[in-house]
């Protein structure tokens, strides 16, 4: 296993909700930023949308998941979780959890970040 974990992926209809986890082990483990970022079906890897990130007392969300995703880390250097719910088609996509050791919490670049996860498969149908 790597260093972040995602799980809780899934298929759901519109509407519906999911809640994603990251865990940290090895060399992530008491980063200080932790990111989620999501990759559409037929984008690249530097085309991933940065969806919500927490840390340092820090929290920021793309415009486009604002209302309807949470993303929260209910103990120090602990698990890290994405509770998406009012689930749009257009959510569709892998989701990476991301971390950083040092530096400003709160970016949404990709390029920000050192560790990644393998990714967790959201499907929203209609």
């Known amino acids: 296993q790597g260093s972040l974990v995602e799980s809780g992926g899934g298929s759901v209809q519109a509407g519906g909700s999911l809640r994603l986890s990251c865990a940290a082990s090895r060399d992530a483990y008491g980063s200080s930023c932790f990111a989620w970022f999501r990759q559409a079906p037929g984008k690249e890897r530097e085309e991933r949308e940065g969806?919500?990130?927490?840390?340092?007392?820090?929290?920021n969300y793309a415009d486009s998941v604002k209302g309807r995703f949470t993303i929260s880390q209910p103990i120090p250097k602990g698990t890290v979780y994405l509770q998406m719910n009012s689930l749009k088609p257009d959510d569709t996509a892998l989701y990476y959890c991301?971390?950083?050791?040092?530096?400003?919490?709160?970016?949404?670049?990709?390029?920000?970040?050192?560790?990644w996860g393998q990714g967790t498969q959201v499907t929203v149908s209609s």
């Open positions: 969806v919500a990130v927490i840390g340092r007392g820090t929290m």
């Open positions: 991301a971390a950083r050791f040092y530096g400003p919490c709160g970016s949404l670049n990709l390029d920000s970040y050192d560790y």
